[in-house]
Nanobody, 118 residues
Framework: VQLQESGPGLVKASQTLSLTCTVS??????????WNWSRQPPGKGLEWIGQ???????SYSPSLESRTSISRDTSKNQFTLQLKSMTPEDTGVYYC???????????WGQGTQVTVSA
């Protein structure tokens, strides 16, 4: 499975970030599977943002849940992260990643830099 992130590299504070992950070599509806977003701020560790499972059910990090939405387009085999009310503290590299069990695999996108300007 290959994953590729796309979206703006620069966002202004208070705006909503929208990033899309395009999936190839596998289906986002494969049962079971999970489609995730994580991020890494500069100088800090990896932070999980949320997941959309194969059925379309979403789960989010409690610290980001109020600002986060993950949706999907099954016709395009894509899933999208929206993060509202961006601040400079949301600057970092954003990754989409996935797991599946049939066959077992874990895959990561290359990551995309997002910078929030004040």
């Amino acid at each position: 499975v290959q994953l590729q992130e796309s979206g703006p590299g620069l966002v202004k504070a208070s705006q909503t970030l929208s990033l899309t992950c395009t999936v190839s070599g596998g289906s986002i509806t494969a049962n079971p599977s999970g489609w995730n977003w994580s991020r890494q701020p500069p100088g800090k560790g990896l932070e999980w943002i949320g997941q959309l499972d194969f059925s379309g059910s979403a789960s989010y990090s409690p610290s980001l849940e109020s600002r986060t939405s993950i949706s999907r387009d099954t016709s395009k085999n894509q899933f999208t992260l929206q993060l509202k009310s961006m601040t400079p503290e949301d600057t970092g590299v954003y990754y989409c990643h996935a797991w599946s069990k049939s066959p077992p695999s874990r895959s990561w996108g290359q990551g995309t830099q997002v910078t929030v300007s004040a």
